[in-house]
């Protein structure tokens, strides 16, 4: 942008284009407001990724918005965890995966489950078996790494971490899959937004 301003100013001094100013100071004032008032309109909406609710949810609360449940992992090495599902929602992108851990209230959801749902999401994630803190469901959070096309990635055996991020929701932590951060909260608000309001 600055870039552009200072060729404008360049070319104004030295007479434009066959000299004419006024037409060229003109135009600059018309793509300068029209760049500024673009700017001003733009809202970015940002998804919490902490969402305080009281209620206590269980799987049928997310079976009831749609998750589709696959497997139940054993919770008995998840610190403060009493129960945890693994499945999918259908988002308009298709399937989309979703780890669910339940934990007795809202404030153990985030003093036991912030640290260990960081450990397995983001592009950093640590989805090793001999460094994880919990193994259970260690497969299901990595996937095959895409470069362009399902194909290539199915050939190349390249993974990488399924769960970009995360969201807790009342006494739910959500890994949710996703390519960057943002799709994975969209995700997970996606879930939540489905959620009976009772």
Known sequence: MNRIIKNVIVWIKYGGIFGF??????????????????????????????????????????????????????????????????????????????????????????SLGTSLAEEVSGEDANVDKETTTWLEGLKDRTRLSSGGTADLAAWSGQRRPNYADFVIFGNIVLLCQGDDSSQSVQVCHELIAALPDN
């Open 21 to 110: 100013k006024p037409l060229v100071v003109t135009s600059l004032f018309l793509i300068s407001a029209t760049l500024f008032a673009c700017d001003s309109n733009q809202t970015e909406t940002t998804l919490k990724q902490v969402i305080d609710d009281a209620r206590t949810f269980n799987v049928e609360d997310l079976r009831t918005a749609g998750m589709k449940t696959a497997k139940q992992y054993d919770v008995s090495d998840l610190p403060g965890g009493i129960d945890a599902w693994y499945g999918f929602i259908k988002t308009s992108s298709g399937p989309m995966d979703i780890e669910a851990r339940f934990y007795a209230s809202h404030s153990e959801a985030i």
